[in-house]
């Protein structure tokens, strides 16, 4: 297992490095398409394992037609609409329509309200909320886009790594034992102190590309974005608490799927594009 999640580590973050350094911001957004489709089919299939209804297809369709709205939007606005509106306001509007339409005409009736509510969750909880990372990349130019997702992702992610070291280490004291028995308060206390430390050495070793979150927006967002992936973290652990499974997949051989890979980053990523717009940080 040690050996598989050590491959898949190294697999998964050469890619990343590979398009990241060519600058190729268009294979990082395929990326992350192709990682959020996989995350919202796992989070219908546990769904279905618990056995409810959902609409699979419907769904992933929608979720795919979502990230090619904001893509083209960004890189081809449509004329008359803003890019952040144009083809994504349309289309959540669509899939909302569409998943009562393809209820009206199912031959049951049973179950009718839980699989338009499932199917649009999960719409909503994977795809919609990833696709800020979509936003991100394309804030500003290529090498920009690229440093602000980079940030907010590392920050995110040593969170995991500062909370998972300090819990082994020091965790006495349970945060949430009924979701989550492993998660201890020490080890939230360790995530903390590592995202504030990532989030104010990669502003100070980065200034001409993370220079506008010097002083206190590092400090805010190595804080706020550590919390917002707890939350993340404790929101999938619901889901799969619920319908018992241990694992959302099999995307990462070691790793686990896909949606425990981007679990953290669904609340974070949101937060973290709503501070700089909202700040004027870029």
């Not at 898949?8 to 990326?31: A, E, P």
């Not at 130019?141 to 690229?146: H, L, P, V």
């Not at 652990?237 to 679990?263: E, M, T, Y």
């Not at 990523?269 to 700040?279: H, K």
Request: net charge positive; hydrophobic share 55%; glycine share 12%.
């Amino acid at each position: 297992m040690l050996g598989w999640r050590l491959f898949s580590s190294l697999l998964l973050w050469g890619i990343i490095l590979t398009l990241v350094t060519l600058r190729y911001i268009h294979g990082v957004f395929l990326l992350i398409a192709i990682v959020g489709i996989a995350a919202q089919r796992e989070f219908y299939l546990s769904q279905r394992s618990a056995g409810r209804t959902v609409f699979l297809k419907t769904g992933l369709l929608a979720g795919g037609l979502l990230y090619a709205a904001t893509y083209f939007s960004v890189v081809a606005p449509w004329a008359g609409f803003p890019a952040a509106f144009s083809g994504e306001a349309i289309l959540v509007l669509l899939v909302i329509l569409g998943a009562l339409t393809r209820r009206v005409f199912h031959p049951k009736v049973e179950g009718a309200t839980e699989a338009m509510a499932l199917t649009l969750f999960g719409f909503f909880y994977v795809p919609y909320l990833l696709n800020y990372a979509t936003k991100i990349l394309f804030t500003g130019d290529a090498r920009q886009g690229i440093a602000l997702l980079i940030y907010a992702v590392a920050v995110t992610k040593f969170t995991d790594v500062g909370a998972y070291i300090a819990g082994k280490l020091f965790g006495r004291h349970k945060m949430s034992p009924v979701i989550s028995p492993k998660k201890t308060w020490e080890g939230l206390a360790g995530g903390l102190v590592l995202a504030l430390v990532t989030s104010l050495s990669l502003v100070h070793f980065f200034p001409e590309v993370l220079g506008c979150f010097r002083g206190v927006h590092s400090w805010v967002l190595g804080l706020g974005l550590a919390g917002a992936s707890v939350i993340g973290d404790l929101g999938e652990s619901v889901v799969k608490r619920d319908a018992q499974v241990k694992d959302s997949g099999h995307f990462l051989p070691g790793i686990g799927g896909a949606l425990d890979l981007v679990d953290s980053l669904l609340f974070s990523l949101p937060v973290f594009y709503g501070y700089i717009i909202l700040t004027g940080r870029v």
